[in-house]
């Protein structure tokens, strides 16, 4: 057993100045640090000043397997940067081998991810994802939305899915990814989600990340019309907005992007249960504008804070997330926008991934970070931890020290 003593807790919610926790593979206690020390005297350890205790980071959405992205992709629009990831795809593939996909996980590891969901186009992250300390919710993504080739595609999936079942290690989750209502038969969707449902598996999909998504499943033009005819021959979207929705009614998903959703598809997310993830970087640099977090938020939706891949990113980087999403949206008050912020990437991520972490508070496992500041703490400091510098000093996961 551990005993911590720092000189704030920091949750979403509440800074618990001069507190300590109490921990094993799971958190035991919250107490103020000299009742700790009265309890358990030279067993304490203690982190003195400018110490910060909280909860480990949860990104929910990743692709491991384009983190050879540095500058090969084309920024500013969406079509054009889709284009890119098809003609660069086998080199961008082919040049993150594990090493370089176990340096992006441990690249989120030192940045305070202790929990990841992994979107897995192909299954080459399987190792990396299965020999990392984090949490990792592994996301087998499913594609294809040619009719002939649908038996095929789904025996290439099924294969990933259940070499991923074959990782028996604490903490890794096999789950399920539907790529996008325009990419997805209906057949292959429903197939899936079947298994879902029945299987209790977590299950994503990208939804209405861009305007081009939206004109093509509204009434098959815009920008998609063209490509979907010269590389597919496809004239009519495999999906409605509407159908595709309608076949996850009965499996609460995260859903990627949402940025062109209409307020029918938000109330159908509302309604159903299911969570959107934010992903700010991302719709910055592809030209899809911002998530309207106050719809919402009216709506009752919970939406959370993710990186996406570095297909579509500069880092894999939540503090980096958080602050651009803090000054993305300059209409929300910033210290409740600062706190709901920090409530996304703990305690609401851990609820829509299923995971036992992501909160301070006896029971759930003792995924935490200690980080060190150099200034006075405040009820600012949701703030400040984003717009001051901090360093990751200590970092456990299920109670284990990992850094
Ligand atoms: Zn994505």
């Not at 003593?5 to 920091?10: C, D, G, M, N, R």
Request: charged share 20%; glycine share 6%; with cysteine.
């Amino acid at each position: 057993m551990k005993i911590v003593l720092s000189a704030v807790i920091f949750t979403p919610d509440t800074i618990y100045k001069d507190h300590g926790i109490v921990f094993d593979k799971t958190i035991v206690t919250i107490a103020p640090n000299d009742e700790l020390r009265a309890q358990y005297g030279n067993a304490c350890e203690e982190l003195g000043e400018g110490s910060v205790l909280m909860s480990g980071l949860i990104n929910p959405h990743v692709h491991l397997e384009f983190s050879a992205n540095r500058s090969t992709l084309t920024y500013g629009e969406f079509m054009p940067w889709l284009s890119s990831v098809i003609t660069h795809r086998d080199e961008l593939i082919n040049n993150c081998d594990a090493t370089c996909m176990q340096h992006a996980a441990q690249t989120m590891l030192n940045k305070g991810i202790t929990a990841f969901g992994a979107v897995s186009s192909y299954g080459f992250d399987l190792e990396a994802c299965a020999s990392t300390p984090q949490k990792v919710v592994y996301f087998n993504e499913l594609i294809g939305s040619d009719p002939l080739m649908a038996d095929a595609l789904y025996g290439d999936f099924q294969e990933r899915l259940f070499a991923s079942q074959e990782v028996r290690r604490e903490g890794f989750h096999p789950s399920i990814a539907i790529h996008s209502p325009y990419s997805v038969h209906r057949v292959l969707i429903q197939k899936a989600l079947q298994y879902a449902q029945a299987h209790k598996t977590r299950v994503t999909a990208h939804f209405m990340e861009s305007l081009s998504e939206r004109q093509w499943l509204d009434d098959n033009s815009g920008e998609f019309q063209p490509f979907f005819q010269n590389f597919l021959k496809q004239s009519i979207a495999a999906n409605t907005a509407e159908e595709f929705l309608s076949y996850f009614n009965d499996v609460p998903t995260l859903f990627t992007h949402g940025v062109h959703a209409n307020d029918e598809e938000l109330l159908t997310l509302s309604q159903k249960g299911h969570t959107v993830i934010h992903c700010p970087i991302s719709n910055r640099l592809l030209g899809n504008g911002v998530l309207d977090i106050e719809r919402l938020d009216t709506q009752k939706i919970r939406w959370i804070v993710g990186t996406d891949g570095l297909s579509s990113n500069y880092t894999l980087d939540l503090f980096e997330e958080m602050k651009v999403a803090l000054f993305i949206h300059p209409n929300q008050p910033l210290l409740p926008l600062a706190k709901q912020l920090w409530k996304s990437v703990t305690v609401d991520a851990a609820k829509a991934l299923r995971l036992n972490c992501g909160s301070i508070a006896p029971n759930y496992d003792a995924d935490i970070l200690v980080v060190r500041v150099d200034y006075p703490i405040t009820d600012q400091l949701p703030i400040h931890l984003l717009t001051q510098p901090h360093q990751i000093e200590s970092i456990y996961i299920q109670g284990e020290k990992i850094k």
